[in-house]
Every structure is written in structure tokens, then in C-alpha cells.
């Protein structure tokens, strides 16, 4: 089993960055695809990108395609989601997942959210 942790949210102004870290704990990380899902008060946890075991395969949802990009470094067992240009619309609670499968199917492995918010 793998224990995550993200880091790294906090208020932006429209237009800006930040990145997301998930700190894994746990022997499987390394073999384990990740994934970048967000939940918006009031919505349902929505998928944002995928990336396979060794990094070398993405996918994203249409909704940040262009904009997010996700890595990975399994040397620092550590999963990443860099976000440009972010809007407000952006604004959510961001979790990274254990498991994710290439379509947006989440594994068991949830870490507790990091909240960003980007203000107009």
C-alpha cells in the first residue's frame, strides 16, 4: 500500500503557476501509475492526468490538456503536477492517487488534498 501526501497549492492570481507535489511513502510507488484528480465545493472529484509506472506515457483530461503537465521521479518516490496559466476556474481541492488507470479510474490510494485557489 501507498501513502501520499501532497504539497505545493496556495493562492495564485489568473494566469499564474504552481506545482503540486505527492510525496509517496510505501515499496510500490515506483511501480505504480499515478494520477492528479480535483474536487470543486459543490462537484465531484474530477480526473486531470495520468502518467504510467515509468513516466514515460501521460494522459490528461480536455480540461487541462495544454496547460498541466505531470511527472514523476521515482528515485525521490515523488509524483508531480506542474499547472501554467491557471484560471479561477481552477480553484479546488487537488488530490494525487495510487492506481489511476489510463482512462481516470482511481485506485484505492487517496492522499488528504491540497487547496488552490487563483483568484481573478
Known amino acids: 500500500q501507498v501513502q501520499l501526501v501532497e504539497s505545493g497549492g496556495g493562492l495564485v492570481q489568473a494566469g499564474g503557476s504552481l506545482r503540486l507535489s505527492c510525496a509517496a511513502s510505501?515499496?510500490?510507488?515506483?511501480?505504480?501509475?499515478m494520477g492528479w484528480f480535483r474536487q470543486a465545493p459543490g462537484k465531484e472529484r474530477e480526473f486531470l492526468a495520468q502518467?504510467?509506472?515509468?513516466?514515460?506515457?501521460?494522459y490528461y483530461a480536455d480540461s487541462v490538456k495544454g496547460r498541466f503537465t505531470i511527472s514523476r521521479d521515482n528515485a525521490k518516490n515523488t509524483a508531480y503536477l506542474q499547472m501554467n496559466s491557471l484560471k479561477p476556474e481552477d480553484t479546488a481541492v487537488y488530490y494525487c492517487?495510487?492506481?489511476?488507470?489510463?482512462?481516470?479510474?482511481?485506485?484505492?490510494?487517496w492522499g488528504q488534498g491540497t487547496q488552490v485557489t487563483v483568484s481573478s
Open positions: 492517487n495510487a492506481g489511476t488507470t489510463w482512462s481516470g479510474v482511481p485506485g484505492g490510494n
Open positions: 510505501g515499496r510500490t510507488f515506483s511501480t505504480s501509475a
Open positions: 502518467i504510467n509506472w515509468t513516466g514515460r506515457s501521460t
